[in-house]
């Protein structure tokens, strides 16, 4: 046992699953398998408490809220493909799908103790080896851009989100702040986050601290987001909510409202990343091209962590 599933209770019963469930001509983990995981799983992260078979199975072990639009549903709220190459019918493994790893981690009674940070993130650590194996099964490949659009940083920023739509699950965002941050303090370590943590609050007050600032990112930021922005600018640090395209209007009013649009500014991911990047390139005397390809390897750097390729870029030819 490794230490990282010593630490995760989790990781031991699905590991073993897949060493039972891998294929031998492919090496893949079946997708259904890997659903059936996700359904466990997600139900578990609804609560705060362990679960009994009832709330998991109907009364002759068929798996509760797998079938039809069920699928596709809790593939988006987690961030995964929905065109996975399967039927449109829900998971039809028979038997008691999954009840032996529901067994093994005792309905989540092994989480029992820790807060919900923590059990949040273990859960979320656990989703994200399904989310790998589930890639390899699919055979996504990294990110390939037009190369024009390694031109300029915005152009960059905004072809890899919309690249990674309905898949990131705040990942992306998460290691291109991360990535622009540390270009623009090259000399301070800007830490890479746990990449299973991806759009939730795991304990943490933000995302990147840096001197007097502190960056907090969130695709669709909830209450814990603002309540930690509002924090910070009550001790007067320089506060910079970075959030989705489609959370920016809202975001921005609720900080108007609570009278905080001075200390606390509120970003796109896109704008966030991209501004400073004409300053920085002027600064080094390079190219934006250059600064942009510093920006891409700064971010393949971070996302590598998470241990999924679909979501590494490639970088463009060096004649570029």
């Known amino acids: ?20 469930k891998r294929s031998k001509k ?3 983990v079946p997708r259904s398998w890997l659903l059936v995981l996700l359904r466990i799983f997600d139900q578990l992260g609804d609560g705060v408490h362990a679960l009994t078979d009832d709330d ?43 009840l032996r790893v529901f067994r093994a981690i005792q309905g989540g009674v092994v989480l029992e103790g820790r807060s919900k940070e923590e059990r949040t993130a273990l859960i979320k650590e656990a989703i994200e080896i399904l989310r790998k194996e589930l890639s390899q099964s699919i055979g996504q490949k990294p990110v390939k851009l037009e190369e024009n659009v390694f031109q300029d940083s915005g152009d960059f920023v905004g072809a890899l989100l919309r690249a990674v739509e309905n898949r990131s699950n705040g990942r992306v965002e998460q290691a291109l702040v991360g990535a622009k941050l540390q270009l623009r303090y090259p000399t301070e370590v800007i830490s890479a986050q746990p990449t299973f943590a991806g759009d939730a609050q795991t304990g943490r007050e933000c995302d990147f601290a ?11 930021p909830k209450d814990p987001h603002f309540d930690s922005a509002l924090f910070f600018a009550r001790e007067r640090k320089q506060v910079f909510l ?12 609720r900080i108007a409202r609570e009278k905080a649009n001075g200390p606390v500014r509120v970003n796109t ?3 966030y990343v991209a501004g400073n990047m004409a300053e920085i ?24 962590n998470d241990y999924d390729p679909s ?7 060096p004649t570029q």
């Open 242 to 253: 970075v959030v989705g395209e489609k959370a920016f209007a809202a975001a921005r009013g």
């Open 26 to 28: 492919t090496g893949t």
């Open 311 to 317: 979501l590494q870029v490639v970088l463009p030819s």
């Open 210 to 220: 840096t001197g007097n600032i502190r960056v907090i990112v969130s695709v669709t």
């Open 269 to 271: 991911i896109q704008d």
């Open 56 to 98: 998991l199975y109907t009364y002759d072990y068929t798996l509760k809220k797998s079938r039809a639009n069920a699928i596709p549903e809790l593939l988006r709220k987690h961030g995964f493909p929905v065109q996975l190459g399967m039927g449109h019918e829900g998971i039809t493994t028979r038997g008691a799908p999954g």
């Open 1 to 20: 046992m490794n230490d990282q599933t010593s630490k995760n209770p989790l990781l031991p019963p699905i590991l073993h699953s897949f060493e039972i």
């Open 281 to 304: 390139a002027r600064d080094r005397k390079i190219m934006p091209h250059e600064m942009c390809i510093e920006l891409v390897t700064e971010y393949n750097k971070r996302i590598i």
